[in-house]
């Protein structure tokens, strides 16, 4: 993975903490940016990976949500939250979520929307939903469908921090 895209992923992984602490805080993102005193819509590009959180906003969230500020920076946040048994199980994981913010970029910058994807592939939209929030693992041939509708490199995604590619 080169330099610039690594606080790119890592912006992407606080995003969907970020969701995750919010969402199982029972809280909405209109509550959260008025709490932070920022327009809803820039709080959703913090979930989306497109915007970074200031540390002070991270440190607001983190007692909204009643999670350790901790909880945006551990590697092992996801193993403990999500109850995973295994490292192995924590790694792919992690990783599935890695490759959906690397898909969803991918889709921003192609300028397509969901409901694009899901025609090409011929799934639900809420599944492209799924997969780029990482909430479940993308078959092969539905990656390839998706690659080959964005024009994208297969190999140039990466599963892990430091990873070298899938292909």
């Known amino acids: 993975m080169s330099q610039p895209e690594k606080p790119i992923i ?15 805080a029972g809280r909405s993102q209109a509550e959260m ?20 959180p200031l540390l ?11 999670v350790p500020l901790g ?20 790694a792919q994981r992690i990783g599935q979520k890695i490759v959906g913010a690397q898909l969803y970029q991918a889709r921003q910058r192609a300028g397509k929307s969901q409901q694009d994807i899901a025609r090409a592939l011929g799934i639900p939209a809420r599944r492209v939903s799924e997969y780029e ?20 490199e297969i190999g140039h995604l990466q599963t892990a921090p430091g990873a070298q590619g899938t292909g």
Do not use: M
Not at 11 to 17: A, D, E, M, S, Y
């Open 133 to 152: 929030g990482g909430e479940r693992a993308i078959p092969a041939s539905e990656l390839a469908a998706w690659a080959s509708y964005l024009n994208i």
């Open 56 to 66: 002070p906003e991270l440190e607001v969230v983190a007692e909204l949500c009643g």
């Open 10 to 24: 890592r912006q992407k992984i606080i995003g969907i903490l970020l969701r995750h602490a919010r969402q199982k």
């Open 71 to 90: 909880f945006f920076f551990e590697d092992q946040t996801l193993v403990e939250d999500e109850g995973i048994a295994s490292p192995q199980a924590a």
């Open 33 to 52: 940016a008025a709490s932070l005193h920022i327009s809803t819509n820039r709080y959703a590009q913090y979930e989306h990976g497109q915007r970074e």
